[in-house]
Structures are given as C-alpha cells and as structure tokens.
C-alpha cells in the first residue's frame, strides 16, 4: 500500500513577488512548509537575482502549471553594456570587454531582429539538459558546453530608458522558454559592444501580475495561519486563458472519471485545449471537439 503524502490536501495559486537572491526551488519548499501543503511546484523557473512573479501551484492547481508556463510573460532587464559574462549576467565572471558604445537609435535599430519567432542559444550556465545533465553543472566543472539554438517566439521587445551610455533598460514580452540572458548577449554581439544582464524582473506571467504578489517576508510572517490562506487564488485562475465551458452535473460526473461530456455553451473551436465547469468549479481541461470535451486532467477538488 502507497504512503501518504503529508501535509493539507489544499488547492491554489499563491502569487509570489520572488526577492533577488533566493532560488525558485526554495520559494516552492517555503511556500508548501507555510501552507503545510501536501504538493507544489513553480510554473517558469527564475534566475536567483531575478525579481518579479513567481507563480507557485499547490494541490489540486499544479494539473493547470503547463497553462501558465507555456503563456507569455513580460520582462524588464537592464544590460550592462561593454562586458561580457561567462554567466551573461551580473553573477559571473567578466571574460571580454569593449570601448565601444551604441547610439539609442543604433539599439533599436537592431531590436526588431529579435522579434518574432526567433531562434535562441540557451546560455551556457543554465537549466538545459546535455546527456541527461544540467548544462550549468557540466559548465562549473569546466567542462566544454555547446548548446543548439531553440524556437523562441517574442512578441515585443523595447528600450525603456538610458540612465548613461554604459546601461540600457529593455522590456520584453515572450513565449516560453525565453532566456533574457542570451538576448542580452546576442544584443552586445550584434551592437559590437558585448553585454550583460545587470537586473531582470518578470512582470507578468499570463494573467499574474508582480504587483499583486505576496513577498517571501509576508509569507514568513503569515506562515501556518487563516491570513495566508486567503492570499490563495483558485485554481481556475491558472486556465484563464483557456476558453471555458460550462457543463451539467450529468456532464461533470463524467468528465471526473475521464469520459468525454457534453458541453452547454462554448467559445471554443474544435480541437481547441478548453476547460469545463460545474458550478464555477473547474471540473476538466482536455480538448473541446463537437460539443463535446475530452478530457486530459481532471480536477478533485
């Protein structure tokens, strides 16, 4: 017989405002000690120095993570112009320099080369699997790391402001799997000035915002009581930008034991991802096809 998990069998998504400094795996484990929560996870990993929205799922809400990790988010990052890092931030260490200094107009010039579906060489010093391990491990014993280029998709990217000729404010927003670091890097490459990022803060992730987030401090300070609960957003919110179908009882019973239901109304095409729900309750998400859904993850809550 399966053991147990311990811990409260809660659902939600806690919005957290990350601080710089701390790693997202260790933002999931204080919010699920907080919550006394039996699961959570993190939908998009943040640099260590990296601010802004970190959305973390306990229970029941972790089945609707790839919803939020596969939609855009906005950044704003500030590059170091004249260096380049072995890191491509401010962590690591500077292995090249440059005299040279673009124009405003030189750099949004070349900004519109990175919008659009793009292809991207993941920094060296990142999460990237090679033979079944993390690049940046293989890159911190030294070892030679070469990285393919991937399909990124941007939808903007802008400068915001200029405090002096060696800095540069960008905002960017993007699909999944966008590394701020390696624009920076190609950005100081195509310039011919090499460059860096200095800060980055995440914005947005799909329908969060930073802003409305709980800082790490707060979360401390309201660990284990009835105030930090209430900080919890439904589960739904993590398919906000799914069309969703309502559906009867009739209709929900059989979606929870994974049949496919009759949906009563729809803005949904078919074979487009959709939810379903009873009572303003998610009961599914799958795949809407005739007025019908198919589910792929059903929801106990």
Known sequence: MA?????????????????????????VNKVRWAFDARKAGHAGTLDPQAT????????????????ITDALKAYRF??????????????????????????????????????????????????????????????????????????????????????????????MICGKGGYVRAI????????????????LRRLWSGPFVAEDGISIAQVDELAKS???????????????ELPELHCSAEAAARLRN??????LTSDAEYGDPAWASYQGKAVAVGIYKSGELHPSRVFNH
């Open 226 to 240: 009835p105030e930090l609960d209430a900080w919890l957003r439904p589960l739904e919110q993590g398919l906000a």
């Open 184 to 199: 920076a890097r190609d950005l100081g490459e195509i310039l011919g000035c090499l460059s860096h990022v200095q800060s």
């Open 3 to 27: 053991r147990r998990k311990k811990g409260r069998d809660i659902s939600g998504w806690l919005i957290v405002d990350k601080p710089a400094g701390m790693t997202s795996s260790a933002v």
């Open 52 to 67: 802004g929205v970190l959305a973390i799922a306990l229970g029941e809400a972790t089945k609707t993570m790839p919803y």
């Open 78 to 171: 500030t590059i170091r112009l004249g260096q380049a890092t072995d890191t491509d931030d401010a962590e690591g260490h500077v292995i090249a320099t440059s005299d040279a200094r673009p124009t405003d107009e030189q750099i949004r010039d070349v900004l519109g080369g990175f919008v659009g579906d793009i292809m991207q060489v993941p920094p060296k010093f990142s999460a990237v699997k090679i033979d079944g391990q993390r690049a940046y491990k293989l890159a911190r014993d030294g070892a030679e790391v070469r990285l393919g280029a991937r399909p990124l998709y941007v939808e903007s990217l802008g400068l915001i402001a200029r405090s002096d000729p060696d800095h540069a404010e960008l905002e």
């Open 258 to 263: 994974g049949n496919a239901g009759m949906v």
